[in-house]
């Protein structure tokens, strides 16, 4: 066998190994690639698994997320809700105590009013009962003043000195009641004499009618009410001149009566009444010299009256005082000359008594020391010594005092 056909049996081998080498990876490819199919397979359906599973993971993570997110949030809200509720709480705590501060109140207000309330019903319907009775008593009244002149004078008579006696007026001693005077014209009778500080006396008269006006509380209607108030209105009229024809004030003037009389009305809304009927009443009144009075303006005038007397008796003691004192003056100063002269006695008592001591230590005591010298029993007693008075009295300085002394 040549080279070659060993070259070329080597080759043959070699291609048999080869092939043989060749046909085994082949079927260990084979095998492989089986193999990995399979592997390829089972990666497949554990990276289908592994998706399911992370998609699986990250759902329940994204829910437990979610769930975190949502427990946050809720926290989150939770707290600054709470916040906002306590600073809302915080600012509006000032206004819930001035709010409670104004129900307190408006209740205490709710409760006084309450109370008011109920006092106020009861006075009212207290005065509703008295202006019942005051109707009864005033209707009483009427019916009393209509049964006739007297007994109208009579109760005008009490009504003007219950306002003298309330101006401060004493009866019998600031006026005087039912008195008579005798003129040329007949016997007249004022009903008031009322006594002015200095002397001054003024008449007052209380006898008017009401008979009309009385009328007119009862009438039917208006018309025959303003019909009623209008004689009211001219019976005044009609007093009133027929009082100053009477000229109280000369009957007074030797008293110093003022030239005009008073003419009193019982009643403000008599003269009222009168007024709206006749606006000129008063005026005419005053040229006539009659001064047309009510209880409120009798009672300023009197009170006045009163007022001077006063003044007057305040005048008479400033007088009385300055003769006390002028008095009292005397007799002090007479005092003054008698304490003088006993200060001069007691002066002169002083002098007497040093000079008796000024004897009895130089002339006597001398002497009397001698026994002592020649030792005679004196049962141990010493000769006491008498020291001279040396204050004086105190001089009186008052020049009254001295001039009277020397007087």
Request: glycine share 6%; charged share 25%; with cysteine.
């Amino acid at each position: 066998m040549n080279v070659i056909e060993l070259v070329l049996l080597v080759i043959a081998v070699a291609l048999g190994g080869g092939f043989l080498w060749a046909m085994n990876g082949r079927q260990k490819a084979l095998s492989a690639l089986t193999l990995a199919q399979e592997r390829l397979a089972l990666i497949e359906e554990s990276r289908a698994t592994m998706s399911e599973l992370v998609k699986a993971q990250a759902a329940q993570s994204a829910q437990t997320v979610a769930e975190q997110l949502v427990t946050r949030a809720t926290e989150t809200f939770q707290a600054q809700d709470r916040a906002a509720r306590e600073r809302m709480e915080a600012q509006l705590k000032p206004v819930a105590e001035q709010l409670q501060k104004f129900q307190e109140h408006v209740s205490a207000l709710e409760k006084t009013r309450a109370e008011d309330t109920g006092g106020l019903k009861a006075q009212i319907a207290a005065l509703m009962q008295a202006s019942v009775e005051t109707q009864g008593e005033a209707r009483r009244l009427s019916q009393a003043l209509r049964r006739g002149a007297g007994v109208q004078g009579r109760w005008g008579e009490q009504t003007l000195r219950n306002v003298l006696e309330a101006a401060g007026l004493t009866n019998r001693f600031d006026f005087e009641e039912q008195f008579s005077l005798d003129t040329e014209e007949g016997r007249r009778r004022p009903d008031v004499k009322v006594r002015m500080p200095g002397g001054g006396v003024f008449a007052i008269d209380a006898k008017v009618s009401l008979n009309a006006f009385l009328e007119a509380q009862e009438a039917p209607d208006e018309a025959a009410r303003e019909h009623h108030l209008i004689r009211h209105a001219q019976s005044l009229k009609t007093h009133m001149l027929g009082l100053s024809a009477k000229a109280y004030w000369d009957q007074f003037k030797s008293e110093g009566s003022p030239d005009f009389v008073a003419m009193f009305v019982p009643g403000d809304g008599f003269l009222s009444a009168a007024l709206e009927r006749q606006p000129d009443l008063l005026s005419e009144a005053m040229d006539k010299r009659v001064l047309v009075v009510t209880p409120t303006t009798l009672f300023a005038l009197c009170k006045a009256v009163a007022y001077g007397w006063r003044a007057e008796e305040q005048t008479r003691n400033a007088d009385k005082v300055a003769v006390l004192g002028k008095e009292l003056y005397k007799r002090l100063s007479v005092m003054g000359a008698h304490a003088a002269a006993v200060g001069k006695a007691l002066d002169q008592a002083v002098g007497k008594y040093n000079q008796f001591v000024g004897s009895l230590e130089s002339q006597v005591m001398v002497s009397a020391r001698r026994f002592e010298d020649l030792q005679v029993d004196h049962e141990g007693k010493d000769l006491p010594a008498l020291p001279p008075v040396e204050p004086t009295p105190r001089a009186l300085s008052r020049p009254e005092l001295i001039e009277d002394r020397t007087a």
